[in-house]
């Protein structure tokens, strides 16, 4: 292929990702595409703000993750300023990165084995891999596909710096290997593998490997440092559950079964929640030594594969539970070196027979790669829906915690309530000591208007933690829809204690404030909710009645004003800017801002009537 990419390999790639994915082009936003993109505050707050790289990846305070990933975030807030909030744009992308990303597999596995034959057959096996068909259909994803981007990117500058001894092109692998660490934590992992290939492929000598890569590793330990002083107080989700000879055993039990799924690839569900079987894997553990011993002129390359995608695994030794979960997006970076394996391992055996062989064997291999392809084409059809994809998920792991849940919404939201709910109860008695189990349980109950059972299941929550503060704002809720006023203040007030930034609870707190005529409690309860999350549109909305009621109506319309220019595709903001001019005597501003509200949403009832109300000979 020659010094660069040949361009019909890059029109082979292209054409052959959109082939797969295409269906995907009209898919909408499922599972946490809601949280993380489209109701994300950080997608639409100002850029100049640096709100995204202030915090983790879903919006101010109210949240307890441990993802700190601004680029991923920062990716959506660009598209979203290019195009909206169309999916149509979020799927495009994602399928451009996974083009891209193959093609850096070439180029860097050209680079390490000198064999455009092998770079060409485990980039193009990448493509088509099914196994990172749902990644790629998934908007939410992103950060998978970013870390590998930018990883690989470092990865080819440091090649490019250990045959040319140019800084220049050390530095770029610096600043991608930042870039990289800033889309997805587990790309810590990067310098550890470029000493791998140096170690194994570039083979320089001790001193001076040391001496390059302490420069990256001391990358990757001072973002570490950082993220734990940052987020550190969060990290009790990590680390705990089993001792290091049963995490040993399990990760082993887990790399088995990621072999085995990564060249028989019909197991894959988006997640599995099963523990790995270690029996499942005992014929891949053999079949590594056998390769090796078997590939005398590729072995080196064999080891590099082998001992990438163990090392390219080692993040999840340090996060509780991952190894009872069979999750496809995980295998994306460790997979390279599976690919890597099998096609040095094909290519030593096609080159080293007959005519017929490689006959027999070429057609093998064309059947195989379009065995993954339509794989690959029928996984991704699964992303239409959040029912699809639960369906699917449910499927190979009948008992997921994610599919469940959001199956349960999604037939809530399309009336069919009896199924919804009994989807939940199964859930909440499959998980009794989870507390998140009841409190959704009671959130869809209360969603179906059955105070009484939605209040027993959040009281359920509070057996299995007393100061979950989401349970008693689920008790607020009821008592509330209840008309206990007073008994819904206190629970509210309770969730706040429990935790300050419980995003709902101080929305709702506003609200009912607002109500009962407390005006400076609500402005108060407001200007908290909106100094933790400025780019909120219920924390916005909050503020500007909060200002309204108190007869402050420029800084009202100030509030709302900024909310429709943050999400111009919701009609409330608009609604309430026409209340505030027709208040003011300015009946032209208030047409004009309920007519974009009914143009943000033609169906916006209180916009029509609003506009009726105007329009009326006795208005004043």
Sequence with gaps: ???????????????????????????????????????????????????????????????????????????????????????????????????????????????????????????????VHPAFAGLVSYISSRADLLYFFFGFLSFL??????????????????????????????????????LLADLLLLRRGKRETLRVHAPLFLISAAYL??????????????AGGQG??????????????????????????????????????????????????????????????????????LPLLFVRGYFRVIADHWLYLPGYGLFLMFAAFFLEVFRSGGPYRRYALGVLMAVYLAFLAYGSSRYSDAWQSDISLSDKVLSGSSTDVNAMHFKALALLREGDTEEALSIIDEYAELYPEEPRSWYIKGRMYLTAERWREAGEAFRRALQASRDYDKAYLGLGLVSLAEEDTEEGIRYLEKALASNPYNHEAVLVLTSVYSRLGRDAEAFETAKRGLVANPYSLEMLINMGTAYSRAGKLKKAAMSYLQAAGLYPEDPRAFYNLSRIFYKSGDKLRARHFAEKALQADPGFAPATRFLREIDRPDAN
């Design 1 to 127: 292929m020659g010094k660069r990419l040949n361009l019909l390999v890059i029109l082979l790639f292209v054409v052959t990702a959109f082939a797969l994915y295409f269906g995907v082009l009209d898919a909408g936003f499922v599972w946490d595409d809601e949280f993380i993109v489209v109701n994300n505050p950080l997608v639409r707050a100002p850029l100049s703000s640096f709100e995204i790289f202030r915090q983790d990846i879903i919006n101010s305070g109210f949240n307890t993750t441990i993802y700190y990933r601004p680029l991923q975030i920062l990716s959506y807030a660009v598209e979203y300023r290019l195009a909206g909030m169309q999916p149509f744009v979020f799927h495009f992308s994602n399928i451009i990165l996974h083009i891209i990303n193959a093609l850096l597999v070439v180029l860097v596995t050209r680079r390490l084995a000198r064999d455009d034959a092998l770079s060409f057959l485990a980039g193009f096996i990448f493509l």
């Design 225 to 238: 440092f950082f993220h734990w002083l940052a987020l550190g107080e969060r990290y009790p989700v990590l």
């Design 157 to 194: 500058f440091f090649i490019e710096y250990r045959e040319k001894e140019n800084k220049r092109h050390f530095a770029l692998s610096v600043c991608f290997l930042v870039l990289a660490v800033l889309s997805r934590e587990a790309a810590v992992i990067f310098p550890l593998l470029f």
């Design 244 to 313: 290091l000879f049963e995490s040993l055993f399990l990760f082993s039990a887990m790399l088995c079964r990621y072999i085995i799924l990564a060249f028989a690839p019909w197991g894959f569900f988006m997640r599995t929640a099963e523990a790995a079987d270690p029996s499942a894997g005992v014929y891949a553990v053999l079949l590594v030594p056998a390769a090796i011993l078997a590939l005398s002129r590729k072995k080196h390359t064999v080891l590099f594969g082998l001992a990438f995608f163990v090392a390219a695994f």
